[in-house]
């Protein structure tokens, strides 16, 4: 292969990575801004805040963001707090859909 296609491949294959970061940081604009939260003074709230935990579920299940961006996005602390924050929410929002 070429040096000049193999430039391209390599191209190409950050092209997604960028654009899910883009669609990532969008997101996460737009569901601050929809609850009227400044996600600069995210830093200073709870990590385990609903708003945010309420967010990063919300990424997590339709843009596949994986815990450790959520975590350091949303300041949800360390990679597994941030993966048990959402896993106890799906669970409360099950137990409550089941009547419990």
């Given at each position: 292969?070429?040096?000049?296609?193999?430039a391209?491949?390599?191209?190409?294959?950050?092209e997604?990575?960028?654009?899910?970061?883009?669609?990532?940081?969008?997101?996460?604009?737009r569901?601050?801004?929809?609850?009227?939260?400044?996600?600069k003074v995210s830093?200073?709230?709870?990590?385990?805040?609903a708003?945010?935990?309420t967010?990063?579920?919300?990424?997590?299940e339709?843009?596949?963001c994986s815990?450790?961006?959520?975590?350091?996005?949303?300041?949800?602390?360390?990679?597994d707090?941030?993966?048990r924050y959402?896993?106890?929410?799906?669970?409360e929002?099950?137990?409550?859909?089941?009547?419990r």
């Open positions: 292969m070429a040096s000049g296609a193999r391209c491949l390599r191209l190409d294959q950050k997604p990575r960028e654009a899910r970061f883009v669609e990532r940081q969008n997101c996460l604009a569901c601050t801004k929809v609850l009227e939260n400044d996600p830093a200073h709230e709870p990590k385990a805040a708003w945010k935990v967010v990063a579920a919300y990424m997590k339709r843009l596949k815990s450790a961006w959520l975590a350091q996005n949303l300041h949800l602390g360390v990679l707090g941030a993966s959402v896993g106890e929410q799906k669970i929002g099950l137990l409550r859909t089941a009547g």
